[in-house]
C-alpha cells in the first residue's frame, strides 16, 4: 500500500502559493528532458542542447570527471561524457544544475536557508553513495529542494521566520506546529513545488515525509533510504557546521536514531560520514 499523501493539505498549500513568485524549470531544461524521455534519444541533439548553457556544459563535464567515474583519461566532449553516464544519472545532473541555478535566483534574500539547504544536499549526497539503493544525485535534490517551502511560508507570513528559527529543531512535530499556525506545512508546499519540477518520485517523496518517522508507513525500500539519508544530512548540517549540537531536541535525535537503524550503520560509520562531509560544507 503506497503512502497516503494529504490532498486537502495540498489543495491548501496551492491556494497559500498563489501569486507568489514560483521558479519555474527553464525552457532549455524541458527540452532536454523531452528528448531524454524519447524511445530513442538523439546523443547528438542533446549534446548541442547542452552547449547552449556554458554552464551546464561545464557541470556535465566536471561530473563525469570526478571521482565517482574513476576514469583514467579526462574527458573533454559533451558527447563522450553523454555516453558514459547514461541517461538517468545525465537528467539526474541537469535537473541538480538547473534546480541550484533557480533556486539561488529565487532565495538571494534567503542566502543562510539557502547555504543551509545546499550543505543538506551535498552532505546526502555523500551518504548515499555509501548505498547501492540510495541515489547520490536523487539524494543531493531531495536535500536541496526539502526546505524551500519555508522560502514560500516566510514570503506569505512574515511572522513565519521567527516561528521557523524558534521550531526549526522539531524534526518530527515542525510541519504539525506549521499546519496549526499557518494551515499548511513547508513539506507540502516543497512537495508541490518538486511535482512541478517534475523530479524523480523518490525525491517528491522523500520531500514529503523528511519530518516523518517513515518505518510502516508504506515507502519503498529506495525511498525510506532516501528519507533517512535526508534526515541524517539535516543533522549533520544542523550539529557539524551550524554549532547546534548542544541544542538539538530529543526529535532530532529521535530521528538521528531511527536514520542509523533504517541504514543499518553504527555511531562510528556516522562519524566517518561526518569527516567525509568536512571541507564540503562553507556556511557562514
Known amino acids: 500500500m503506497p503512502p497516503i499523501i494529504d490532498t486537502e493539505e495540498l489543495r491548501k498549500a496551492r491556494i497559500i502559493i498563489k501569486g507568489l513568485s514560483i521558479p519555474?524549470?527553464?525552457?532549455?531544461?524541458?527540452?532536454?528532458?523531452?528528448?531524454?524521455?524519447?524511445?530513442?534519444?538523439?546523443?547528438?541533439?542533446?549534446?548541442?542542447?547542452?552547449?547552449?548553457?556554458?554552464?551546464?556544459a561545464s557541470n556535465i563535464l566536471k561530473t563525469i570527471n570526478s571521482p565517482a567515474f574513476n576514469l583514467r583519461a579526462e574527458i573533454?566532449?559533451?558527447?563522450?561524457?553523454?555516453?558514459?553516464?547514461?541517461l538517468k544519472q545525465l537528467k539526474d545532473t541537469i535537473i541538480r544544475v538547473a534546480l541550484r541555478n533557480a533556486l539561488e535566483s529565487s532565495m538571494s534574500e534567503f542566502e543562510y536557508l539557502s547555504e543551509v539547504s545546499h550543505s543538506i544536499g551535498t552532505n546526502a549526497g555523500v551518504i548515499a553513495g555509501h548505498?547501492?539503493?540510495?541515489?547520490?544525485?536523487?539524494?543531493?535534490?531531495?536535500?536541496?529542494?526539502?526546505?524551500?517551502?519555508?522560502?514560500?511560508?516566510?514570503q506569505r507570513f512574515p511572522e513565519y521566520k521567527t516561528f521557523y528559527e524558534?521550531?526549526?529543531?522539531?524534526?518530527?512535530?515542525?510541519?504539525?506546529?506549521?499546519?496549526?499556525?499557518?494551515?499548511?506545512?513547508?513539506?507540502?508546499?516543497s512537495f508541490l513545488l518538486a511535482k512541478h519540477w517534475k523530479l524523480p518520485e523518490n525525491v517528491c517523496s522523500a520531500i514529503y515525509f523528511h519530518h516523518?518517522?517513515?518505518?510502516?508507513?508504506?515507502?519503498?525500500?529506495?525511498?525510506?533510504g532516501l528519507c533517512s539519508a535526508l534526515k541524517l544530512a539535516?543533522?549533520?548540517?544542523?550539529?557539524?557546521?551550524l554549532g547546534l549540537e548542544t541544542e538539538q531536541s530529543g526529535e532530532s535525535m529521535t530521528c538521528r536514531d531511527n536514520s542509523i537503524k533504517e541504514?543499518?550503520?553504527?555511531?562510528?560509520?556516522?562519524?566517518?560520514?561526518?569527516?567525509e562531509c568536512d571541507g564540503l560544507n562553507s556556511i557562514r
Open 212 to 224: 516523518t518517522v517513515t518505518e510502516g508507513i508504506g515507502l519503498t525500500t529506495e525511498q525510506e
Open 263 to 275: 541504514l543499518m550503520i553504527d555511531e562510528e560509520a556516522l562519524e566517518e560520514f561526518m569527516n
Open 131 to 154: 548505498f547501492e539503493t540510495i541515489n547520490p544525485g536523487e539524494a543531493y535534490m531531495a536535500g536541496l529542494f526539502h526546505e524551500v517551502g519555508s522560502i514560500f511560508l516566510m
Open 166 to 189: 524558534e521550531n526549526r529543531l522539531q524534526a518530527i512535530s515542525l510541519p504539525n506546529l506549521e499546519r496549526e499556525r499557518f494551515g499548511v506545512s513547508h513539506p507540502a508546499i
Open 76 to 86: 573533454m566532449s559533451i558527447e563522450h561524457a553523454i555516453r558514459l553516464m547514461g
Open 234 to 241: 539535516s543533522y549533520i548540517t544542523f550539529t557539524r557546521y
Open 24 to 56: 519555474t524549470p527553464p525552457n532549455l531544461l524541458l527540452e532536454i528532458s523531452d528528448e531524454l524521455s524519447r524511445l530513442w534519444p538523439d546523443d547528438n541533439k542533446v549534446a548541442e542542447l547542452i552547449r547552449k548553457d556554458i554552464g551546464l
